[in-house]
């Protein structure tokens, strides 16, 4: 059997400009066809929540709630950047003609959560491989309903770095590199089977920003690539033979290493692209300029 039949999972019909991108990606490089959409009819609006899930919604984060909250206040006061902002999914050609479902997911408890049978059925009769932009973390008859299962994107080698967050434990550890897992998921958070993985580099002077912009843009082609592996009648989605421990949060101290250095290379990052000033890193220029060609990349065609 091929991998020819898509579905996408989605938590709203305004999608991020990023993963619209790698979803156009797919489609102009292979031959899959997408003729499903499931949307998430479930709201998260705050003013909807009790006050004690907004209070453990807060301590799940941890120390790195402050931050959470200055980037929610920085976009609310100057847009968010161009990899994030919101597009109506139609935007992309290949999903004209997609049949659309929407459902609210089933709780198990305060993380997982399971989709109803009969839009399992509905999505094991119409496609051969779910791609998952939404829904949070999945169990139940899903991960196993589907020939090629339920793909997902986890910022971050799962053999090394695991957990919530992103780059944030690349870019604390000065790892040279951050990576990108597409993995087909099981029952064990950011442990699934390897379809494809790849890094991105991350430069000494580099904004945690520019290295969370860095690794979207390569979403599309690992997804690509990913489909093609299973299109390989070789090809079997790898088993990790170790993974990396789980981090939810930062700890005080490693808060402060993040903003210390975070805050020094934006700063130094203000200053290069001041015109009376000139960069003293090649690093530096390179970094900028790779920066400018990933926001072009997501303001092109039905994009800008």
Known sequence: MDCE???L???DEWCPAYQLAAVQELAAHTAVEIPLVVLNDETFRLREQSPAYLARRLRSWGTWAPVCGATTVSRAIRGPPAYDERHHYTTVDALDDAAVVRCSPIWQDDRWQSLPDPVVDTIAAESDVAIRFGFGLLTGRILGALEYGVLSFHLGDIREYRGRIGALWEYLEDEPAAGVTL???TQRV???RIVAVDDVPIARRDTYGAVKRRQRSILGALLVEGVQNLNDPD???KVPETLGPYRSSP???E???FLRKNGANVVRRVVASHPDSGSDSDSD??????SERETRRYQVNEFS
């Open 5 to 7: 039949r898509v579905c």
């Open 9 to 11: 999972l989605l938590d």
């Open 183 to 185: 993995q087909q998921l």
């Open 190 to 192: 950011d442990g699934g």
């Open 235 to 237: 090809f079997e989605p």
């Open 251 to 253: 700890t005080v101290r």
């Open 255 to 257: 808060l402060g290493r």
């Open 285 to 290: 220029s390179d970094s900028h300029s790779d």
